[in-house]
């Protein structure tokens, strides 16, 4: 295949994906890994898309992905960082869960017991009860996209209560800009919630480090990061990673 051919059908992919792996690359282009490698720093370069380890995703950060894709997305991360956060969860605890696919994770993992959780993620209710625990859900406006509850009636349902932990999703984690997400709106919720809380915790993959988008949660604060074990950021940002 042709090197502009490649590069249209990576950006074509990433449109549709967000996120591409070397492994898709080389088998949909039939080309060797050096030469995916040299095509993604070339377009890297041109601000067409933003490398991360082990593929690329997109360079335009003021949208957020849909739940259906973040589900299918470093599967294996989420699942050993949603064992890392439900650990950190105490028998009788009060619980802040965010909306987004790395908070559902936990949900299979909260075995404590008398447990009350309020959320703001729609596709979080159903599994919480099943797993016998009592659910608020903070409502106002939803999501078409990630099914997250936003907007004023959200914020003064979560501003109601006080929290012993909440686990709050993020889409970019930064030394400089500190812990980002793409809706204004859902960032003023996160910050409500991480108000109310005695401790807050934010799982993030490797794909979010070192990446800023558009709306500010709040700077990086140490021990509070949930990640995985072998997210190559690590080092970096090891004063504010609590599990990883």
Known sequence: MLTIKRHEKIVEMLEHHEIVTLQQLTEV????????????????????????HGGATCTHNRQDTKLAIKKTQFVREKDLMAQQAAALVDDNDFIFLDAGSSTLAMIPYMTQRNLTVVTNGLTHVQPLIENNISVFMAGGYVKNNTYASIGDQAQQMVRNFNFDKAFIGVNGVDLDKGLTTPDPEEAALKRMALAQSDHCYFLADESKFSSVTFACITSLREDSIITHADNHHIEAYKKYIKVG
């Open 29 to 52: 282009t039939g080309s060797s890994e050096s030469t995916i490698r040299r095509d993604l720093s070339a377009l890297e370069e041109a601000g067409r898309l933003q490398r991360i």
